[in-house]
């Protein structure tokens, strides 16, 4: 595997590869709020062999750069992701996408879908079903996040997040790497923006184009998930034609690291459609 930054109009995203390049149909790996490509870490080395995969921090996550003046919206990002293929000659990609990451991959499927060649839709956003209580909660007193101290606002936003791994030490290992990126002062003030932008608007607007979607698409979700109940994923397997649903007994919201085994075996299969 090999990291690198691609310049996309004046912000760097981060990205790294495995797989075979210019072999097999791309894959590409997008990662929610508030985590980064480590999402992923386990489940990269489980996926069929013959596929170029791209794992990439969104921007104001992980090692991508802060957002400065741009937009962090759900189609905001997609259309940085559109550039960043484009930029790394991908004209089309099975897109894969966990909770937020997964509200991205739906927004350049109905936006996009020549673009988009199967749909992978983990403990996604959708709908009107998200912000949950809790980020509502984070959003109201996002205003006030820049009068107190970094390590507080982090500290609590760990103990809220905690409950979204079925494994606590793993748990606390990847919410400790996440936080990272925001641990100064401008961090801090990334991860408010972050928060702010934490709205369903874009996603209500697509949920009437989703009949329109043709890639194969699988829907997973955790059956212990406290933030998006599977009530989010029949809804989505309902609305997309030909969806698949699998609910993983095992997972809670951060399916990808619950349960790598089990996710890649849903994406092999969606692979292999």
């Known amino acids: 595997m090999r990291g690198e930054f691609v310049d996309l109009g004046g912000a760097r995203l981060y990205y790294y590869a495995a797989g075979t390049r210019g072999a097999g149909e791309p894959l590409l790996l997008i990662h929610g709020f508030p985590t980064s490509g480590h999402l992923w870490s386990d489940v990269v080395p489980l996926l069929p062999a013959g596929h170029r995969m791209v794992v990439l921090d969104l921007l104001g996550y992980g090692r991508s750069d802060r957002p400065g003046g741009q937009g962090l919206g759900i189609h905001a990002h997609a259309d940085r992701v559109l550039a960043l293929m484009d930029a790394l000659?991908?004209?089309?990609?099975?897109?894969?996408?966990?909770?937020?990451?997964?509200?991205?991959?739906?927004?350049?499927?109905?936006?996009?879908?020549?673009?988009?060649?199967?749909?992978?839709?983990?403990?996604?956003?959708?709908?009107?079903?998200?912000?949950?209580?809790?980020?509502?909660?984070?959003?109201?007193?996002?205003?006030f996040g820049r009068l107190v101290p970094a390590t507080w606002l982090q500290s609590m936003l760990r103990t809220t997040l905690q409950y979204g791994y079925a494994n606590n030490a793993q748990g606390l290992h990847s919410l400790e790497l996440y936080a990272r990126a925001f641990a100064s002062p401008a961090g801090r003030d990334t991860l408010v923006r972050h928060l702010r932008a934490l709205d369903s608007t874009e996603t209500e607007a697509l949920a009437p184009q989703l009949g329109a979607i043709a890639a194969p698409t699988a829907v997973v979700w955790g059956q212990g998930d406290p933030f998006l109940p599977v009530a989010v994923g029949q809804r989505l397997r309902d609305a997309i034609p030909g969806a698949t649903l699998d609910v993983v007994a095992s997972a809670r919201h951060f399916v990808p690291e619950d349960t790598p085994a089990a996710l890649a075996a849903v994406i092999a299969a969606l692979m292999a459609r």
Do not use: M, N
């Not at 509200?103 to 983990?122: I, K, M, N």
């Open 89 to 143: 000659g991908i004209r089309e990609a099975a897109l894969v996408g966990h909770g937020l990451g997964g509200g991205v991959a739906q927004s350049l499927a109905v936006r996009f879908p020549a673009r988009v060649s199967r749909l992978g839709l983990v403990s996604s956003v959708a709908f009107d079903a998200w912000p949950t209580r809790s980020a509502r909660f984070w959003r109201r007193l996002a205003p």
